[in-house]
């Protein structure tokens, strides 16, 4: 069996829901509600266990490994982002991290994989974002700090250990399950509100859009087939794989697609693109190509209906 950590959110369900349709059995670990989400509903006995898990405490971690014979490890879950205090954020992280490296060893896992993020290349300006490409040690936010680090104390254990570890990069995700006011990209919150018949209301705090912003962007459902794909692969080439869509999006081809799935949306956005953004990237995803066969399946015209879809049958 494979564990996902944040097994219930929006990510770790359709990376179980991509290893359930290759084969595989999986235990998630659920912090709030263990109510399993629609698409993991109907498995067979066995096949999907839920456990509900503190992961800061070591000893209920360890204990999983009593219950179930875990195979590999995704770490998914996460620190609440929007934790004011760095230290109380990186403290949470970091024992939680800790602990699912524990028990990858006490368990002799065959492969862990770590979420990281797009996040730690702030600063590289190299186009596309490579896997190799030297990070800058800069500090400007709590999360890619920790990512940085995650995989550097990941790599580390598995090597002492004996378990392969990968560092998930992981680009711009959005679609079923994900929250609609995502701090990052404005793309949730603009489908949600065209759903509700609501205002999209961009204002500060959130960020806002502009028609030429592009962003790689890449459905939650093709991220968790990669993740899954890298779970299962009997050999990996590399220990850091971006997980994306490998291309540029831009936000009018988005807004176009949803106005065409809803319709009286009719969702505007300014021309150009927004003065006070970075230059956009998108991550390389050819190492993930060549050693796992992911192909992205779900384009923008194919995941805003699909979207569109899961939000009218869901309540808020």
Known sequence: MILITGGMGSIGSHTARALLDMGESVVLTAHRSTRLPDHLADEPAGRVVVEPLDTTDEAAFLDIGKRHEITGIVHLAAARYDLPDPVEYLRADAIGLLNALKAATVWGV??????????VYMGVDEVPLREDAPLPVVAAHQIPV???????FAALTGDSAGFETVSLRIGTIWGPLGVPDNPFTPLPRLISAAVWGEDPDLTPPRPPAYAEDATDLCYVKDCGRAIALLMLADRLGHRVYNVSSGRLVPYREVVDAINAAVPGADITLPEGRNPDRPPDNYLDITRLRADTGFRP????????????????????
């Open 297 to 316: 399946e779900y384009d923008v015209d194919r995941a805003v209906p699909d979207y569109v879809a899961w939000l009218r049958a869901h309540d808020r």
């Open 110 to 119: 065959r492969r862990f994989s770590v979420a990281s993020s797009i996040a």
């Open 146 to 152: 920790f990512k940085k680090t995650a995989e550097l």
